[in-house]
């Protein structure tokens, strides 16, 4: 079952919010071709500013969510039951 693609997983990874309000990650999605994506975010007064720079591209991508609009209070440690509206959060 580890190589059925249409299992989706879920990592915490251990102090990614170790700077309250701050963190940066690189993406990597095998099935668009394992292009490198380094995504940089900051939370400010109730604002997620998330920018975002492919590998290979000359241009970065910035998004801006209000915090509110997509995370649930108190729901747990079961990560999918702490977000919603998730399916409209293209940039």
């Known amino acids: 079952m580890a190589n059925d693609k249409s299992v989706r997983v879920e ?7 170790e700077l309250e309000n701050e ?3 690189v993406h990597l999605n095998p099935e668009k071709g394992s292009k490198k994506v ?6 400010i007064d109730g604002t997620l500013s ?3 720079l492919a590998e290979g591209a000359s241009q970065n991508v910035h998004c801006e969510f209000k915090v509110s609009d997509y995370v649930q209070e108190n729901e747990g440690s079961n990560y999918s039951s702490q977000f919603k509206n998730l399916d409209i959060t293209l940039c």
Do not use: P, Q, R, T
């Open 23 to 25: 963190y940066a990650f």
């Open 50 to 52: 998330v920018d975002a």
């Open 11 to 17: 990592v915490g990874i251990e102090k990614w919010n």
């Open 38 to 43: 380094l995504v940089k975010c900051l939370v």
